[in-house]
């Protein structure tokens, strides 16, 4: 199980590196190219919601939209010209035409034509993007013709991400900066990884441990900001904002809540590189676990970040459940990636 920070920072870098991927014309993707598309223009009629459903067709789901009806396709995968679904899109015809042109949807040519190449490429679908883990892409090649080019490019390359960096700027026709000066390295990495500048003393060592020992200087640095307290302060803020923290109430008096220990736990849990299934378990049910410690039960925390009200008159039983719906609300954002803010009130017609 990785550690809590090689997890956040390994899913950045693969979600980094599979969307550098995506942005070559390779193959079209459905989640990124094609579901927007349907979506916005055919799914109210053609998808999840069986009371608006027409022609007993959905086109979110690919066994349906492709299956033969004697002979007669909705989606022939490969074979865009024998597909209704582009004849349709292409019709002028207003009682054949989709989108109906009462509907006031549209579908621009481009989008025609995009369709049109993704039922050629064999109408691949995929799941929801919260559903599909990351892929980590192959490097992608640099080919420049100057050979003193190439060398120069080369000694800049030190791990994978940077073939990707040259790849594009070699797309664009353009050369990389100039390595940044030491202090400007420093105060950089700084602020990433502890949201401080480096003090005027931090800076001095740096530039003499640079002049002694070039290469281990920056990784000496790299190690002394991640041994820092004020490195899980700042790697907890996005977390922090994910599950909701705050230090009032939030409704109508917004008075004060003392939740510090749960924010100081978070800050403990980077520090001390905390295994990611422990960050997850001991937040969602550290009090359900055996013989609970004190740090587990304080973990809890998570679950009580929500907004309370203090309003003189409340219905205490109505706001029991607003209280449970923001939390199903906080959870599901944090933790599956899929937002269940509409699902409170509606069936839920777009994500699973």
């Given at each position: 199980m990785p550690s809590l920070t090689a997890a956040f920072y390994l899913s950045a870098l693969f979600m980094v590196m599979s969307v550098r991927a995506s942005e070559t014309p390779e193959k079209i993707q459905f989640n990124r190219d094609i579901r927007p598309i349907l979506s916005e223009n055919c799914f109210h009629c053609h998808g999840q919601d069986a009371n608006h459903r027409e022609a007993k067709l959905r086109l979110d789901e690919r066994d349906d939209a492709t299956r033969d009806r004697d002979g007669f396709f909705i989606i022939a995968p490969g074979k865009p010209d024998e597909s209704e679904l582009i004849a349709r899109l292409l019709s002028k015809d207003p009682d054949e035409q989709m989108p109906p042109p009462t509907s006031n949807k549209h579908v621009t040519p481009e989008q025609t034509a995009l369709l049109r190449r993704w039922v050629a490429e064999g109408a691949a679908y995929e799941k929801h993007w919260a559903f599909l883990a990351p892929v980590r892409a192959p490097n992608p090649k640099i080919e420049l013709t100057s050979a003193a080019t190439v060398q120069h490019l080369k000694s800049k390359i030190r791990n994978p991400l940077d073939t990707f960096v040259l790849a594009r700027l070699e797309a664009e026709k353009l050369a990389?900066?100039?390595?940044?000066?030491p202090e400007t390295w420093l105060r950089r990495v700084s602020f990433d990884l502890t949201g401080l500048p480096p003090t005027p003393a931090e800076i001095d060592a740096f530039a003499s441990d640079v002049i002694e020992n070039r290469e281990s200087a920056f990784e000496n640095a790299v190690d002394r900001l991640l041994a820092s307290p004020h490195f899980g302060e700042r790697q907890a803020i996005e977390w922090l904002d994910a599950a909701r923290y705050a230090d009032t109430h939030g409704f109508n008096n917004d008075s004060s809540r003392t939740m510090w220990r749960w924010r100081d736990w978070v800050i403990d849990a980077f520090n001390a590189n905390l295994p990611y299934d422990r960050f997850i378990t001991e937040q969602i049910a550290g009090d359900l676990l055996p013989?609970?410690?004190?740090?587990?039960?304080?973990?809890?925390?998570?679950?009580?970040n929500h907004v309370i009200s203090s309003e003189g008159g409340i219905i205490e039983e109505e706001y029991r459940v607003e209280y449970v719906a923001d939390r199903v609300r906080t959870l599901s954002t944090a933790w599956l990636g899929l937002t269940m803010e509409c699902a409170k009130c509606h069936d839920h017609k777009f994500d699973p």
């Open positions: 990389p900066s100039p390595a940044a000066a013989q609970p410690t004190l740090e587990q039960r304080i973990a809890t925390g998570f679950a009580r």
